[in-house]
Each structure stands twice: as structure tokens, then as C-alpha cells.
């Protein structure tokens, strides 16, 4: 999907100050091809659904982010260990974590795979700190889960878009999903949390999908 809205704002550094810089390792070789592999074939399963009616549709789109984000859970374990050692050593207030983790990704370039899918592998997007919104949101995601925030995958066929829903305190505009308002946080845009183009903010135009993932 294509980056929506106007060009990002400028950010004084004092505002990412805490996550700049951080020592983010890539996985191994062999765990970076296992990772484009579960892309490459999650993406040809997902094509044939495209002209399935739209609960089937629905569906496919839920299992194809589910498996895409088990496999960026356990990427960004140890990179969420080290953000929140991070933001704790900076007295970043918890509550303002969401909103930290979502600026330092929104300084990330924006970036398309051009492959079967966009998505490109967690470590990937953070070594080049580039990444499409699917693939940001997928991070976005995990790192919040092994910090103990809830969130939601939001994904817009209208829109050709993906955002993230945050259960966090805030002003701005929210998602209405599993009885939770979710405020929303946009990836590829440099935006506070809680802000979406206008043209974009009807919730009827988004899914909501629960991607929770718990290892047995």
C-alpha cells in the first residue's frame, strides 16, 4: 500500500532522544530466509482469495497477519528488552511508551518489497529502518505485546492502508473493536498518536483483527 497523506512534519531530536540509536541486532541468515520463505508463501495463499466474497476474504486476510506477526513476536523479543531498558533509563513515563516506540518507527523510510507481498521481515525493516505500513504495523505490534500493551491490527481495502489501534490513554481519534476504542497510530506518516487524514478516519473503511499471539 502506498504511504497516505501529506509529507512527514520535522521532529526536534529532543523528541526522539530515547530511541535513537539502539543497539537492534538481525537475526541469523538462515532465520532471515525462514522469515521471507513464510512471506513469499503466506502471500501466494492470500492471493487466491481475491475474488473470494468478502467474509471469506476477511478471513484469509486474518490468518495471512497472523502468521506474518507470530514470526515478529519472537523477532523483536529481544528488541523490545532493550526499548523498554531504554525508555526506562530516559524516566519515560509508561503511559508514553506507545507513543515513543510509534515516533522512532515513523522515522523509518518508507519502502516496498516488490514482492508478492510488501511485508518484509521484522529485523529487515529495523536494520534498514525502512519498511512498508503493513510491515511497521507488524512491528509496531510485537514490541507493544512484550511491553504489555494491548493493540489491534487495522487493515483498509478502501484505503490500501494499514494502521494500528492502541489500548492507551490519549486524545485523538479511536477505532471501536472487541468493545475496546482504540487510539489509532499511523506508521508511515510522522504524526502525534491519535491523528489520521480526515479522509481516512470512518471507521466503517477498517477491519480490526486481534492478532494476539501466546507461544505454548
Given amino acids: 500500500p502506498a504511504p497516505p497523506g501529506p509529507p512527514p512534519l520535522s521532529r526536534s531530536p529532543e523528541s526522539y532522544e530515547p530511541m535513537a540509536a539502539l543497539p537492534l541486532e538481525i537475526g541469523t541468515q538462515a532465520e532471515v530466509e525462514a522469515a521471507w ?12 482469495f481475491a475474488n473470494a466474497p468478502s467474509d ?3 478471513m484469509a486476510w486474518r490468518r495471512y497477519y497472523q ?8 523477532d523483536m523479543r529481544g528488541s523490545a528488552e532493550i526499548i523498554a531498558g531504554r525508555l526506562e533509563a530516559h524516566n519515560v513515563m509508561r503511559s508514553e511508551w506507545p507513543s515513543e516506540i ?5 522515522e523509518f523510510g518508507y519502502n516496498r518489497s516488490g514482492g508478492i507481498s510488501d ?7 529495523i536494520v534498514n529502518e525502512s519498511g512498508d505500513c503493513d510491515s511497521l504495523a507488524l512491528i509496531y505490534m510485537a514490541i507493544l505485546d512484550h511491553l504489555g500493551i494491548d493493540s489491534v491490527l487495522m487493515i483498509s481495502e478502501v484505503h490500501a492502508h494499514a494502521l494500528v489501534g492502541v ?21 508511515t506518516v510522522d504524526v502525534p498518536i491519535g491523528m489520521i487524514a ?7 473503511d477498517w477491519l480490526g483483527f486481534d492478532l494476539g499471539f501466546h507461544p505454548e
Fill in 37 to 48: 520463505a513464510t512471506i513469499e508463501r503466506e502471500g501466494r495463499i492470500l492471493q487466491q
Fill in 119 to 125: 511485508v518484509e521481515p521484522s529485523w529487515v525493516c
Fill in 56 to 58: 471469506i476474504r476477511t
Fill in 198 to 204: 480526515a479522509e481516512q478516519s470512518d471507521p466503517a
Fill in 67 to 74: 502468521m506474518l506477526y507470530k514470526d515478529s513476536w519472537y
Fill in 167 to 187: 489500548d492507551t490513554e490519549g486524545p485523538g481519534a479511536r477505532f471501536p473493536f472487541l468493545q475496546v476504542p482504540w487510539l489509532v497510530a499511523e506508521l
Fill in 102 to 106: 510509534l515516533a522512532w518507527l515513523q
